[in-house]
């Protein structure tokens, strides 16, 4: 009733993926703490009327996305050095 009076909705698609997109545009472009980035949802997901979802719904999320781009990050730096320059890397790393 309350919902529907505010005109608020649901946590779910397609806004779930729109805030997705938005926290991992923010994650590749910046460094932003974890705490800003809750912030920053919270934020949108309250000016788009979205029902908040519980905190640690939302935690897991930002978790999820920051370590996403993390990943891509160290993948695209991987891909930078030369085969010549990976070998020399792993020689001063020494036998594991």
Known sequence: MI???YQYREFA???TFRLTRL???????SNERPGLLFDLATGWLMQHR???PGATTLTR???EVREKATLRLW???ALIPSAE???QLEMLLGPT
């Open 85 to 87: 320059q990976r070998s």
């Open 50 to 52: 979205i029902i908040l």
């Open 61 to 63: 999320l930002i978790s």
């Open 3 to 5: 919902r529907q009076h």
């Open 75 to 77: 993948n695209k730096l």
């Open 13 to 15: 698609w397609p806004w």
């Open 23 to 29: 926290l991992y545009t923010r994650s590749w472009i």
